[in-house]
C-alpha cells in the first residue's frame, strides 16, 4: 500500500498541472471564440442573429461587448493575469448564455430529462471551469502568482494551509459536479436509451446506437 499513499501524494503535488490545462484551455477557447466574431464578419453576423432570436436587447452592441469580453478576458485567463476577474467576467457571458438560448432550447417535460438536457450543454461545463478557477486560482505557472505578492504585499502572507484548503474547496466542487453530471447521464441511459443514442448520433456522428448497446454503455459508467 505504501506505493499507492507515494503516487496519490505525487498526484497531489501535480493539481497545477490540471489547473494550467483547465486555465490555457479555457481561455483559448473564449479567446478564439471572441476572435472570430470580432475579426469575421460570417461570425459576428450569426452572433447578432443569436442575440436578435434570444431577443437580447441592444444586439449590435452586445453582439461587439460580449466579442470584446471573450478576447480579452480569454487571454488574459491564458496568460493568468487578472484571473478572478476574467472568471468572473466570462462567467456572467455564460450565464446569459444558458438563461438566453440554452434552457430555451430544452424540450424535455420530465424534471430528470430536464436536468440531463441541462448538464449537455457545454456552456455549464464553461460555467463550472471557471467557478473552479475562481476558487482555485491560477496556478503557479501564471502571472498572478509571479506578481501578485510584490503588487499586493498581504497575499505573501497566506501560508500554504490556506492554499492547500482554497484548492480543496475548489476541487470538492468540481468532483461533486462532475459525479452530478456522469450520474444523470448514466441514468438517462437507462430511462431514454432512445435520446441518449440521438445525442451520441448528433453531437459524435455515432450511428445505430440501439437500447441494447445504450445499457451496455450505461452499466459500464456504473462501475
Known amino acids: ?8 501524494s505525487e498526484l497531489n503535488a501535480c493539481q497545477w498541472v490540471g489547473v494550467l490545462v483547465a486555465r490555457v484551455a479555457g481561455g483559448l477557447l473564449f479567446f478564439l471564440s471572441g476572435r472570430g466574431k470580432l475579426f469575421v464578419p460570417e461570425r459576428r453576423k450569426q452572433m447578432r442573429e443569436t442575440l436578435v432570436a434570444a431577443k437580447v436587447p441592444f444586439p449590435d452592441f452586445n453582439a461587439v461587448f460580449v466579442s470584446i469580453v471573450e478576447f480579452v ?8 493575469l487578472a484571473t478572478p476577474l476574467a472568471c468572473v467576467m466570462l462567467s456572467c457571458v455564460m450565464i ?7 434552457i430555451q432550447n430544452i424540450k424535455a417535460t ?10 449537455y450543454v ?3 461545463l464553461y460555467l463550472v471551469i471557471l ?5 482555485s486560482g491560477p496556478g503557479w505557472l501564471s502571472i498572478d502568482h509571479l506578481y501578485s505578492p510584490k503588487l499586493v504585499p498581504s497575499i505573501s502572507k497566506v501560508n500554504s494551509l490556506d492554499d492547500r484548503g482554497r484548492v480543496g474547496i475548489a476541487l470538492l466542487v468540481l468532483r461533486v459536479t462532475v459525479f452530478l453530471v456522469m450520474f444523470v447521464w448514466t441514468i ?24 441494447g448497446l445504450i445499457y451496455v454503455i450505461g452499466r459500464s459508467w456504473c462501475s
Open 131 to 135: 467557478f473552479w478557477l475562481f476558487l
Open 110 to 119: 420530465s424534471p430528470l430529462a430536464w436536468l440531463s438536457e441541462f448538464l
Open 96 to 102: 446569459v448564455a444558458i438563461a438566453t438560448t440554452a
Open 122 to 124: 457545454p456552456d455549464v
Open 1 to 8: 500500500m505504501f506505493w499507492i499513499r507515494t503516487f496519490l
Open 73 to 80: 478576458f480569454g487571454f488574459l485567463l491564458v496568460l493568468g
Open 188 to 211: 438517462d441511459k437507462f430511462v431514454r436509451p432512445a435520446y441518449a443514442a440521438s445525442v451520441y448520433e448528433h453531437f459524435y456522428s455515432l450511428q445505430g446506437f440501439g437500447p
